[in-house]
């Protein structure tokens, strides 16, 4: 059987990228197609050194800085890809790659981390920036319309789905009309060491300065705080949240770490702070593997993955078997409140119960149920295997949580 991977771009290894490659560590024979690669070499990890194929966008000189500007030509490019010949495509899709124009015979499988959310959710927090004046707008109502409109007809395509969380399968749902089965993405647990016991040095977030993530309203919530607050990240946002930080000499700034030194800082941290409303969040779960406790946004992934008490409940359990604080809304006042609660349960919270909370989500299981779900679907469907015929099926598959 003939395999095709496909992803959207290369540009940056983050959790999709993470996906990707524990799919190619499954399917170490298939060829990998992207829109376009800019991956540097030290740090595509395991993915292949050049794809098996491009868009025509790779040949874009400096596509790294302009890509987001290029979203009217990706369904174009998605459908230049010449995947004719191959039996199985496994899709890794958070913006246009479930959109592959299907060859007759082909079974492909979307393993979706969110349908896009600047088309459908976030429309505004995304374009705010970039769609000043009326013009502008004006403009972007005509190619969004149109995005949406090709988003949808690429949503039939697949002729199954995985989602990374039950949230993305409610929105697959919603959106697509589709049924999706859940398998979260893959968290690489062995990477960090338990930390010895509760309590720590700072509070620690982590994450792009763009609006949805809110670190802003993180900041300005440990401006009042009387506890030190690191800051891992950095992106567009970078000028405001820097000068929020001025005459604060308990919050500090690092624009970027290694696996490593990341590892090195949960060590040392109290609590991870969150508050945004993540597809899954794979940030949180880190914190956990490192037996980091996480106060999170009560929204969205975060609510299957960080099971705890809600900031006021009573019955918030003090045993060493919460893994974190949720609190009702994305403002500095809300995470303030939630702070003050964790700080005065912060004995209740054990590194070995947060360590297995993250073991649900490990590099194992994923590749166990990835594989179990493909090879399900692959008997599920006609392809030719060694020249086996297997029996066609009219089911487009139950939605099943794994």
Known sequence: MKV?????????????????????????????????????????????????????????????????????WMPAAIESLNLKGYDLVLSSSHAVAKGLLPRPGQLHLCYCHTPPRYLWDMTEAYFSRSLAGRLKRAAATVFLTRLRRWDYQAGQRPDAYVANSGFVAERIARIYGRDATVIYPPVDVERFSVKAGPGGEYFVTLGRFVPYKNIDRIVHAFRSLPYPLLVVGDGPGQKKIRSMMEGQPHIRWLPYVTDVEWGDLLQKARAFVFMAEEDFGIAPLEAQAAGVPVIAWAA??????????????????????????????????????????????????APESSRKNAERFSRTIFRMQYRAFVDEQVRRKEVNISGETRSPVTDKGKRRVC
């Open 300 to 349: 969205g992934g975060i609510l299957e993955t960080v099971p705890g008490g809600r900031v006021g409940e009573s019955t918030f359990s003090d045993d060493g078997k919460s893994v974190g604080v949720l609190y009702a809304d994305p403002t500095p006042e809300s995470l303030q409140e939630a702070v003050r609660f964790f700080v005065e349960r912060v004995r209740g919270f």
């Open 4 to 72: 095709a991977i496909v992803h959207e771009w290369l540009v940056t290894w983050a959790g999709s990228e993470r996906v990707l490659a524990e799919i190619m560590t499954l399917f170490p024979e298939a060829d990998l197609f992207v829109l376009f690669d800019r991956l540097p070499a030290d740090k595509r990890g395991p993915l292949p050194k050049d794809p098996a194929g491009q868009s025509f966008l790779g040949r874009i000189p400096h596509i790294e800085r302009l890509y987001r500007n290029l979203l009217p």
